[in-house]
C-alpha cells in the first residue's frame, strides 16, 4: 500500500439486480471498481445506467446483490466496529446526478461551506474545489444568476469538498464546455492518484481512457 | 463515537423523548377535569365563563317551566352538588325529561342563567323492551339514572 | 423486493375460489335474518320506542369500522415488515370496505341521533373520532389511486396506515377530552352487557352478517386485484430484465 | 449532528431571504385571518369569543401551505441525494428538515399571532395563553406533517394529498391547543392538563414524523 495514498478503497459488486415500477432493469452485474480506477459507464437511454449509480450510491434499493466497500490490502473490519462515518458505500461514496444539487438563491461561496459542514470537516477543502473548477469569476454570484455550465461545475465541487473515495457521476460533463470538460477529466484522473475510484456515466465527452462498463438494451423482440 | 454507539445514543433518545410524553400525559390525566362543565364545576369558578360552555348533567324532577306562550321553557340542570338554571327557547328533543341527562350549549345571561342556543339530550346504554323495564321498577331494581351524566 | 411473487397468490386463488359464493350467500342469509328480527320481531325500547332499530345498522357497522382500520394496519405491517405481496393486496382490498362501513356508521347515527339527541350531528368525541377514522381510510386510498408504481404505493400506503393506526387511539382519547354525548359501550363491557337478551341477539345477529360480508368483499376485491395483477405482468413481462450488463 | 445542523442553517437562511417561505406563511397567515374575520361579518363580540380557534386554525393552515415543499425543493434540485448520502441516520435529517420548517413557517407565525389577534379582537387575556399554546403546539404540525409530506414527494397534486394525510393527524394538537387557549383566557383549571398533552403531542410527533417519513422518502428517493 502506498504512502502517497488517500484512499485505498473499492467497490465489489456481485450479482446485482435493481428494479423499477415493477420492472427489473438489469440482473446479475458484477464487477470490481478497484482504488484508484476509473470505469466508465456506457449504454442508451433507458438502460439503467441512473438507477446503477444510484443503486450503488444507497439512494436506491438493491433488488438482489450485493455492492460492499473493501480495502485494498487491508484487514477487514465489521461494518459496526469502525469509526463513523463508517465506510460502507453511502458513507464511502458521493453521487452527482443530472440535477445540480444546488438552490437559485445561494451564492457559490455560500454551497461551498454548507457542503463543507454537510460532509463533515472538509473545510480546508473549499479552496482546492474552488481552484479545481475555475470556480473564483462566479463563485460570489446567487446560482440562479449563473449559466448553467457554471452551476454545474459549482455542483461538482462538492466531490472535492466530501474527500469521498469512490465517485459515481451521472453524465457530469452535460452543459460543459470542452475546456470544463477536460479540467473534470484531469481532476477524475488526478482522484484516481490518490487512490481514489470512480463510476462515471457519460456519452463519450469525458475525454479519459478508461474501461468501460456497457448496458446494453436488449432489443424489443428479445424483451418477451 | 462508533455506529453502534451513536445507534444506542440515538435509541436512548427516542425511549427518552417517548418516556416524556408519556409522563407529561399522565400528569395531565392526574389533573383533568371533564371537558364540559359540570353544575359543580360552574360552581366553584368566581365568576361565570363569558364565551359559550356545555353544560352537563341531569334535569332537576320538577324543575321544568315553560312560559304561557310555551315559547320558552325553564329547568334547572344539577348534579349532586350543585345546580344551574337554564333558559331555552326552541325546539326540545324527545329524549328531554325530567330525571335524564342532557348537554345544554349556550351563554350565561346577566341574571346568571345559562341561555341555551341547543339542547341535547344524552341518553344512557342500557337497552331493553318496556315490559322488562316495568318489572324491573316492579321488583325494585330499577336504577333509575344511576349512570347518567357520569 | 419489488417484483410480485406469485407463488402465494396462486395458493390464494385455490383456496379462494370455491369459499367465494357460499360466503356471499351466508353473509346474505345472516344480515336477511338480523335484519328481520332487528326491525320487525324485537321489542321497542322502553325509552327510545321503534327508533332503537337504527342501532342494529348502526351498532355493528361501527365494530367493523374499527375492526377494518385494525384489519388495514395489521396487513399493512405484514406487507411492510416481510414484504409480502398477499398482504398488500388484503390492506388495499380492506379499506374501501372499511370506508363504506364507516360511512354506514356515520349516516345511521345521524339518523338517530336526530329524534334521539335533537340533532343531526354534534361535535362530540365519538362522533368526531369515527369521521376522522373515515378521513383516515381516504388518506389511505388517496395514496394508492395517486402512485402509478404498485410495489411502490403499497409500501407508501402501508407507512400511512400504521401511523395513522398509532395516531387513532391519540386521536380517540384527544377527542374524548371534549367529554361525550355518545352514551357508553352498552355490549363490550366488563360487568356484563347492559342491553337486553332479546335486542342483543339480533345485534349479534348482524354483527356476524357484517363480519362474514367483509370475508366475502374482501375474498372477491382480493381475487379481483390479483387477476389484474397477472394480466398487467403478461401485458408488461416484467420479470425479463431491460438490460445486460457486461464488462469491455 | 453537524450534518442536520447544517440543513437546519441552511434551510432557516434560505427561507429568510427573498422568494423565501417565511414571508409567505405569514402573509397567509394574514390573509386568513382576513377570510374568517369578514365572513363573520361586523359582530365584534362574536369575533371575539371565536379569535383563539380561528387564530389556530389559520395556524395549522399556514402550516399546512408550505409542507409539500419541504422535501419536494430538495428532490427537485437534487439536494435531496446529498442530504441522504450524508445521514448515518435519516431519521435525524427528517427531523432537521422538520425543525428548520418549524423556525421558518412555524415561528414566524407564532410571532405574527398578536398583531393578527388583535385584528380578531382576541381579550387581553387570552393572548398569554395562546402564544404558549402555538408556541408548544405547533411544532407537532411540522414533525407530522413530514410524514405527508414524504409520502407525497415527487407526485404531481402533491399539495392536495399532504392535505387528506395530514388533516387526520392534525386534530389531536388542535383540540389541545385551542382548548388550552381557551382555559387559560378564563383561567380555568383545565390549562394545565391541555398544555400539558399538547407537549406530549408534539413531543410524540418528533418521534412519529421522522420515522415514518424517513421510511417514506427512502421509498421515493428512487429514481
Not at chain 3, 411492510?80 to 398477499?86: G, S, T
Request: hydrophobic share 55%.
Amino acid at each position: 500500500m502506498s504512502e502517497s495514498r488517500r484512499h485505498n478503497l473499492g467497490l465489489r459488486v456481485e450479482g446485482l439486480a435493481a428494479a423499477r415500477g415493477g420492472r427489473v432493469i438489469f440482473e446479475s452485474a458484477s464487477f470490481v471498481l478497484e482504488p484508484g480506477a476509473t470505469l466508465l459507464l456506457k449504454g442508451p437511454n433507458g438502460a439503467g445506467k441512473t438507477t446503477l449509480l444510484r443503486t450503488l450510491a444507497g439512494l436506491a434499493p438493491a433488488a438482489r446483490g450485493t455492492a460492499e466497500t473493501y480495502l485494498d490490502g487491508g484487514p477487514r473490519l465489521r461494518l459496526d466496529e469502525l469509526p463513523a462515518p463508517r465506510p460502507d458505500r453511502r458513507a464511502a461514496s458521493i453521487y452527482a446526478g443530472h440535477a445540480d444539487g444546488v438552490k437559485a438563491s445561494m451564492t457559490g461561496v455560500e454551497h461551498l461551506r454548507f457542503w463543507a459542514r454537510l460532509y463533515e470537516g472538509g473545510a480546508d477543502r473549499i479552496e482546492i474545489a474552488a481552484g479545481a473548477f475555475d470556480l473564483a469569476p462566479f463563485v460570489h454570484l446567487r446560482a440562479g444568476a449563473m449559466s448553467a455550465g457554471q452551476r454545474r461545475r459549482l455542483g461538482l465541487a462538492r466531490l472535492v469538498i466530501s474527500g469521498k473515495p469512490i465517485w459515481l457521476l451521472d453524465e457530469p460533463t452535460a452543459a460543459m464546455d470542452a475546456v470544463a470538460a477536460a479540467r473534470l477529466a484531469a481532476l477524475i484522473l488526478a482522484h484516481n492518484a490518490e487512490g481514489g475510484a470512480a463510476l462515471v456515466a457519460t456519452h463519450d465527452k469525458l475525454p479519459i481512457e478508461a474501461p468501460a462498463l456497457i448496458l446494453d438494451a436488449r432489443p424489443p423482440a428479445e424483451t418477451q | 463515537m462508533t455506529r453502534k454507539q451513536q445507534r444506542t445514543a440515538l435509541i436512548g433518545a427516542v425511549f427518552t423523548v417517548a418516556a416524556l410524553a408519556v409522563g407529561l400525559t399522565l400528569t395531565a390525566l392526574g389533573r383533568s377535569v371533564a371537558y364540559f362543565y359540570s353544575p359543580s364545576d360552574l360552581a366553584a369558578l368566581a365568576a361565570p365563563p363569558s364565551g359559550t360552555i356545555r353544560l352537563g348533567g341531569l334535569v332537576e324532577p320538577g324543575s321544568i317551566l315553560y312560559t304561557d306562550d310555551k315559547a320558552e321553557v325553564r329547568f334547572v340542570v344539577r348534579d349532586e352538588i350543585a345546580s344551574t338554571p337554564v333558559v331555552y327557547a326552541g325546539i326540545l328533543p324527545d329524549l328531554f325529561s325530567e330525571g335524564e341527562g342532557v348537554v345544554v350549549e349556550g351563554r350565561f345571561g346577566p341574571d346568571g342563567r345559562l341561555r341555551a342556543a341547543q339542547v341535547l339530550a344524552k341518553h344512557d346504554e342500557n337497552y331493553m323492551p318496556r315490559e322488562v323495564a316495568e318489572a324491573l321498577k316492579k321488583q325494585g331494581r330499577w336504577k333509575e339514572g344511576e349512570r347518567v351524566g357520569e | 423486493m419489488s417484483v410480485f411473487d406469485f407463488a402465494n397468490p396462486e395458493r390464494f386463488e385455490r383456496l379462494a375460489r370455491p369459499i367465494a359464493v357460499p360466503t356471499g350467500a351466508l353473509a346474505a342469509v345472516l344480515i336477511g335474518a338480523g335484519l328481520y328480527y332487528g326491525l320487525f320481531n324485537s321489542p321497542p325500547d322502553y325509552k327510545q320506542g321503534e327508533t332503537v332499530r337504527i342501532m342494529y345498522v348502526h351498532v355493528p357497522a361501527a365494530w367493523m369500522a374499527l375492526a377494518c382500520y385494525t384489519a388495514l394496519a395489521a396487513a399493512s405491517a405484514v406487507g411492510f415488515i416481510w414484504k409480502h405481496p398477499l398482504a398488500d393486496v388484503a390492506a388495499r382490498a380492506t379499506a374501501p370496505i372499511g370506508a363504506v362501513f364507516t360511512a354506514v356508521a356515520i349516516v345511521t347515527g345521524s339518523l338517530w341521533g336526530r329524534p334521539m339527541w335533537g340533532t343531526w350531528w354534534a361535535w362530540d368525541a365519538r362522533l368526531t373520532s369515527v369521521l376522522i377514522l373515515f378521513f383516515l381510510y381516504l388518506g389511505y386510498m388517496a395514496v394508492w389511486a395517486a402512485i402509478e408504481d404498485k410495489a411502490r404505493a403499497a409500501r407508501l400506503a402501508a407507512i400511512v396506515a400504521i401511523a395513522g393506526f398509532i395516531n387513532v387511539p391519540i386521536i380517540k382519547f384527544s377527542v374524548d377530552w371534549w367529554n361525550s354525548l355518545h352514551q357508553p359501550a352498552s355490549v363490550f363491557r366488563a360487568d356484563g352487557p347492559t342491553i337486553d337478551g332479546s335486542m342483543l341477539a339480533p345485534l349479534l345477529l348482524m354483527a356476524l352478517g357484517y363480519t362474514v360480508l367483509f370475508i366475502a368483499l374482501l375474498l372477491a376485491s382480493m381475487r379481483n386485484e390479483i387477476a389484474a395483477r397477472r394480466l398487467m405482468r403478461l401485458e408488461g413481462a416484467p420479470g425479463r430484465p431491460v438490460s445486460t450488463v457486461r464488462k469491455e | 449532528m453537524r450534518a442536520q445542523l447544517a440543513v437546519i442553517g441552511r434551510d432557516v437562511s434560505l427561507a429568510f431571504r427573498s422568494g423565501g417561505g417565511a414571508l409567505h406563511s405569514v402573509i397567509f397567515f394574514a390573509l386568513a385571518a382576513l377570510v374568517f374575520a369578514l365572513a363573520i361579518g361586523p359582530d365584534l363580540a362574536l369575533l371575539s369569543g371565536l379569535a383563539a380557534p380561528i387564530l389556530w386554525a389559520i395556524a395549522l393552515l399556514s402550516a399546512l401551505v408550505s409542507l409539500d415543499r419541504l422535501f419536494q425543493a430538495d428532490f427537485e434540485d437534487g439536494s435531496l441525494d446529498t442530504i441522504v448520502e450524508t445521514a448515518d441516520f435519516l431519521e435525524l435529517s427528517v427531523l432537521a428538515k422538520s425543525v428548520a420548517h418549524w423556525l421558518s413557517a412555524g415561528l414566524p407565525v407564532v410571532l405574527a399571532a398578536p398583531a393578527v389577534a388583535l385584528l380578531l379582537n382576541l381579550p387581553a387575556e387570552g393572548y398569554a395563553p395562546l402564544l404558549l399554546s402555538l408556541l408548544v403546539g405547533t411544532p407537532a404540525l411540522s414533525f407530522l406533517g413530514a410524514i405527508g409530506a414524504a409520502v407525497a414527494l415527487g407526485l404531481r397534486r402533491a399539495s392536495i394529498l399532504v392535505a387528506i394525510l395530514s388533516g387526520p393527524l392534525f386534530a389531536p394538537a388542535l383540540i389541545f391547543g385551542v382548548g388550552a387557549a381557551r382555559a387559560g383566557a378564563v383561567d380555568s383549571p383545565q390549562f394545565l392538563p391541555a398544555i400539558l398533552l399538547l407537549g406530549a403531542i408534539t413531543l410524540f410527533g418528533a418521534l412519529l414524523g421522522p420515522i415514518a417519513g424517513a421510511a417514506a422518502i427512502r421509498l421515493n428517493m428512487t429514481a
